[in-house]
């Protein structure tokens, strides 16, 4: 028997096409040999950046009979991981999640999924990101970028800045009770980005090549593949480089398609991701 065997929840939507959130959280996590049980939080014909006229069914209400359901059935998990959530009471409900649903030592991975290039998403205003922020504080580790971060502290958002601004970034949300920290997209030079890693007190950055595009969805790339190689052992930093780069591959395989103006082509990569956990 395979002792290392981790079963890992992830709550965020099902865009059915477009390639993110589940659509990415279950291939990606269960690629990495991880069982991955979803619990999706609503269901959209679209993710809503670039599309309009998109359908969106909130599933909250099904939500508590489902979490009562395996309450009963003693169903726990190694990892909590959560993305885009599709209202406010979610937020409480992933609460509870975390109360009930979590194995001895189970990590809380909370990608806040909100917000990017200084804007909060369709659909989500500011009281939005202050009860994300209080979800964050519970967590383990969290993974916002700078723009989510900065919804979630008042802290003003700057297209360029230097490592300065970083850290009293970082302090921001250490005010916030969120001291284990990926902040993504963090870039010091046009031609490089990367990851600025918090954990255990201390701070890494991880940088790599920047290809100049914006694609939908590889927020979701990169914490699922986070999440894939926390469950395979690799430390907050070493998870956080795997996924960094397993991003970039997915991006590099996708820019310059015009008929992929959407997600990334993910799939293409999971057997690069799989060499790099050294499976
Ligand atoms: O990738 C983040 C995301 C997830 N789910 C939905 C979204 C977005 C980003 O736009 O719209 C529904």
Same mark, same amino acid.
């Given at each position: 028997m395979n002792r290392d065997y981790k079963r890992v929840l992830t709550v965020q939507?099902?865009?059915?096409?477009?390639?993110?959130?589940l659509t990415v959280a279950l291939p990606v996590i269960s690629a990495c040999g991880v069982e991955t049980v979803i619990l999706p939080s609503a269901v959209l014909s679209?993710?809503?950046?670039?599309?309009?006229g998109f359908t969106f069914r909130d599933l909250t209400d099904d939500i508590p009979a489902i979490t009562a359901h395996w309450c009963k059935e003693n169903i726990k998990f190694d990892a909590i991981y959560t993305g885009?959530?599709?209202?406010?009471r979610q937020i409480d409900m992933v609460k509870d999640m975390f109360a009930s649903?979590?194995?001895?030592?189970f990590v809380k991975v909370v990608d806040p999924a909100m917000a990017d290039n200084g804007k909060l998403y369709t659909g989500f205003d500011n009281e939005y990101a202050r009860e994300m922020a209080t979800l964050c504080a519970q967590a383990d580790i969290v993974l916002p970028n700078i723009t989510e971060a900065c919804f979630m502290t008042g802290f003003e958002y700057a297209e360029e800045y230097g490592e300065e601004y970083i850290e009293t970034l970082l302090q921001a949300l250490a005010a916030y009770g969120m001291n284990n920290v990926v902040l993504t %997209? !963090?870039?010091?030079?046009?031609d490089f980005t990367g990851v600025v890693v918090k954990y255990d007190g201390r701070v890494k950055y991880y940088k790599h090549r920047r290809v100049p595009t914006s694609s939908h969805g590889t927020g979701d790339v990169f914490a699922s593949a986070f999440v894939g190689a926390l469950m395979n052992g690799f430390d907050e930093y070493d998870s956080a480089r795997i996924a960094a780069d397993f991003t970039l591959e997915c991006i590099e395989l996708t820019v310059?398609?015009?008929?992929?103006?959407? %997600? !990334?082509?993910f799939e293409l990569a999971i057997p690069e991701l799989i060499k790099m956990l050294g499976k």
């Open positions: 939507d099902i865009s059915c096409f477009g390639q993110c959130s679209t993710h809503t950046g670039g599309f309009s885009y959530l599709g209202s406010k649903l979590g194995k001895e030592g %997209g !963090v870039s010091y030079e046009k310059g398609d015009e008929n992929h103006k959407y %997600g !990334v082509k």
